[in-house]
């Protein structure tokens, strides 16, 4: 049972034994853990860009300063409700809401703290219009319009200073794929390293492998099996590493949220690619290990 | 060229013209023309430098000649691809001088080795290792490391993997230096008997008692050149 066990997994070659395998161990963990972060950022930020770019095609907030006029509750009531009369009766509008007193208070809270009667507060009303298509929204003659019918009222266009964020998180989008580019070159490189010297190690076994006719193939296959189990498992060490630790982030993230901007979470098809992760390193792993070790061996006898 | 009984009319080594040389060294095999035919038996002799030990290697198809043509099996080894040159390693049975065993694994995985290449199933392996293995008295040692093994425990498992195969042409160098006169007669017997079953056999030795003895053609190597020293009398 022992021996049957044992010839299942033979190889003529001591790969375990090998001093490179440590130095593959570290360099694989290290590498899928910068991988997996920069993958996460490169998701978050391509989420927070999506949501963005909604934003700005699809919707605007609208303000209505306090009165000048000392004006009555009732009378609050009614100059609101003639704002988002205005905007419901546009044709390319889905849906008005006014953002409740609560919300502000949640909004303004990192400022004014949590204990603050933000009705005694001249606040503006919010109002969120969202729009069936931003595209073919005039903006200018909305405002017009709307001045003439309600002077207090205003519409902000955050799409402005949206597109500028989505312009600088576009650049940090590039940069995460160039980290996830450098990541993988330097683990290809890594990997290659580890292969030839132990090809090195072993030039004697392999020349005797040869001359009983094994094939290229043959030994390859070996070192792709070796380099696969052994990139497998040290990358499930550094996805654990970098799944803590942007659980970690995640947890400090959510603390800090100020609501100003959309904020983006990564979702369940996200973690389960960042959780398989360790299957793809060991089959890139694998097949950079194969395509090294066929170049070298074809250099051999 | 001289020939024995199981000749057949096509070589199956043929060597023309050929000359090795180590880098910018002077040639230590010139102008060589050998025909080895199917089924032939011979001795290689000649004083320790003569360049036995790189002629049985162009045979086992691991030295390229510097100069010349070699042809295993029909083929040309100097056109020949990667893949069909181990498809022709297979068919041969070599036993190095210094055993070349796979030291950290055990007698019975080092002579399985030639049929898990060829990707024969593992109880077939089982069953023909642990034949051949008890034939040279080996069976209790099957499962021992080969580093832990005596020189001449190497060497019969060393000739077991050459054999295991069954291979068209055997090449052994000095294949009973290092055994007892009992196990070295043993040997020969496989040898002999793998020969008249059509396995070109190709021995190289010092030992004048063996070629003595056994009265086969011989390969003589002397001043780079190569000649054949006919076999006197047919072993019957």
């Known amino acids: ?301 | 060229m001289d020939t024995n009984k199981n000749m057949l009319t096509e070589p199956i080594v043929d060597m023309q013209n050929v000359c090795i040389r180590y880098g910018e060294d002077p040639e230590i095999l010139s102008n060589i023309k050998l025909s080895l035919d199917k089924g032939s038996f011979h001795f290689l002799t000649g004083k320790s430098g003569a360049g036995k030990t790189s002629l049985l290697s162009m045979m086992y198809l691991a030295l390229m000649p510097s100069r010349g043509t070699v042809s295993v099996f029909g083929s040309n080894i100097g056109y020949a691809s990667r893949h069909t040159m181990a498809m022709l390693r297979r068919k041969i049975g070599v036993v190095f001088q210094d055993f070349r065993l796979l030291e950290h694994l055990s007698a019975y995985d080092n002579v399985a080795v030639p049929l898990r290449i060829r990707g024969m199933g593992e109880n077939e392996i089982k069953k023909r290792v642990k034949e051949l293995l008890s034939w040279v008295e080996l069976d209790k040692s099957m499962d021992k490391i080969c580093s832990t093994l005596s020189g001449g425990e190497k060497q019969r498992v060393a000739i077991a993997r050459a054999v295991i195969n069954r291979p068209e042409i055997l090449l052994a160098d000095e294949p009973t230096g290092n055994v007892d006169n009992d196990i070295a007669s043993k040997l020969m017997k496989l040898f002999v008997e793998l020969n008249k079953l059509g396995t070109t056999v190709v021995i190289a030795t010092h030992s004048k008692d063996l070629i003595a003895e056994y009265n086969y053609p011989q390969i003589h190597l002397e001043n780079k050149t190569l000649k054949i020293i006919p076999a006197l009398r047919r072993v019957s």
């Open chain 1, 1 to 301: 049972m022992k021996r049957k066990f044992f010839l299942k997994n033979h190889s003529e070659l001591p790969l375990k034994e090998d001093k490179s395998t440590f130095f593959l161990e570290i360099s694989v963990g290290v590498s899928v853990f910068l991988f997996s972060i920069a993958l996460a950022a490169y998701f978050l930020i391509s989420l927070m860009i999506c949501s963005w770019n909604k934003s700005i095609v699809h919707g605007l907030s609208v303000q209505i300063m306090p009165s000048q006029e000392v004006l009555t509750p009732e009378e609050e009531l009614l100059y609101t409700g003639k704002v988002i009369q205005f905007f419901e009766g546009l044709e390319n509008v889905e849906k008005v809401r006014l953002i409740k007193d609560a919300q502000i208070k949640k909004l303004m809270s990192p400022w004014l703290g949590q204990n603050v009667d933000i009705s005694s507060l001249p606040l503006p009303k919010l109002l969120e219009v969202r729009l069936k298509s931003g595209k073919n929204f005039d903006y200018e003659k909305t405002a017009r319009l709307l001045k003439e019918t309600a002077p207090y009222a205003s519409i902000d266009n955050h799409g402005i200073w949206l597109q500028k964020l989505v312009k600088s998180a576009s650049s940090l989008k590039m940069m995460s794929i160039f980290i996830l580019l450098v990541v993988l070159v330097a683990a290809a490189v890594s990997i290659m390293f580890a292969v030839q010297t132990s090809l090195k190690i072993h030039q004697n076994i392999i020349e005797i492998l040869h001359i009983m006719g094994a094939t290229d193939d043959y030994v390859a296959k070996q070192y792709g099996k070796r380099v696969f189990v052994v990139s497998f498992f040290s990358s499930i060490i550094g996805s654990l590493f970098a799944l803590l630790s942007l659980l970690v982030v995640a947890k400090i993230s959510s603390n800090l949220d100020a609501g100003l901007i959309s904020s983006a979470k990564l979702a369940l098809p996200h973690w389960l690619f960042l959780m398989s992760l360790p299957l793809w390193t060991g089959f890139f792993a694998m097949a950079t290990a194969l395509v090294s070790v066929k170049r070298s061996l074809g250099k051999m006898m």
